[in-house]
């Protein structure tokens, strides 16, 4: 079983719809919790930390379930823009050195 | 401004013929990365530094190798590059120190090997 897994897509959806992408992680030590978002021949980025009490920053909201192990992001309103690759990351430790990323859910919004 | 500054963007080689690429950053994290990103590919550790110390991937080639001379700067060197080692290497940074440690990374030093 890998240690961060994530929905494979891709999703290709309409713009102005509501999407959901899940990711579940294996290690119940796990300490931190990220969405990244790469665009394409770019470098990741930070979209959101995730904390147990869950998070909204605009149309983006995260959500993590220690007991499931499992976190997840909502785009709503999702525009043409927000196609990219969106990346669990988990944080083995406190320590910030060691991170277990998913393989990534592609996102295509199509006019 | 860029925080982790990766050179070069683009590196051509040739088969077997070293290639040197570095990371600098500006945000004085204790721990830098190096990762490989192959297409449609998560990115791989290779290996990282948590302030001098050095930690290798057990899966990483021998062919990879890394320097960091202080806590700006670090360098990947792949000694003899192969056809297979044509990926796209990110640095990134992070700190012990801060609340959420999550990852800083560089634009990236994509290699190309004829």
């Known amino acids: 079983r890998k240690e961060v897994e994530q929905d494979p897509g891709p999703f290709n959806v309409p713009e102005g719809a509501t999407v959901a992408f899940n990711c579940t992680y294996s290690?119940?030590?796990?300490?931190?919790f990220f969405w990244y978002r790469q665009d394409c021949r770019k470098e990741p980025k930070l979209l959101m930390s995730v904390y147990s009490s869950g998070n909204e920053d605009g149309r983006f909201t995260a959500q993590l379930n220690r007991a499931s192990q499992y976190i997840s992001l909502l785009i709503r309103d999702s525009k043409l823009s927000d196609s990219a690759t969106y990346l669990c990351?988990?944080?083995?430790?406190?320590?910030?050195?060691?991170?277990?990323f998913g393989p990534g859910t592609r996102l295509s919004v199509l006019p | 401004d860029a925080m982790v500054i990766q050179n070069p963007r683009y590196q051509v080689t040739q088969f077997g013929k070293p290639v040197t690429l570095s990371c600098s950053q500006t945000l004085n994290h204790n721990v830098m990365y190096w990762y490989q990103q192959k297409s449609s590919q998560a990115p791989k550790l290779l290996f990282h530094?948590?302030?001098?110390?050095?930690?290798n991937e057990a899966d990483t080639p021998d062919n990879f190798q890394s320097r960091r001379p202080n806590t700006s700067f670090c360098f990947l060197d792949i000694r003899s590059p192969g056809l297979g080692d044509a990926a796209m290497y990110l640095c990134?940074?992070?700190?012990?120190?801060?609340?959420?440690?999550?990852?800083?990374f560089g634009e990236g030093s994509r290699l190309t090997v004829l």
């Open positions: 290690n119940s030590a796990s300490q931190s």
């Open positions: 990134a940074t992070s700190s012990t120190g801060t609340e959420t440690g999550e990852l800083f």
């Open positions: 990351v988990v944080g083995l430790d406190n320590y910030g050195q060691n991170f277990v």
């Open positions: 530094y948590y302030d001098k110390d050095f930690n």
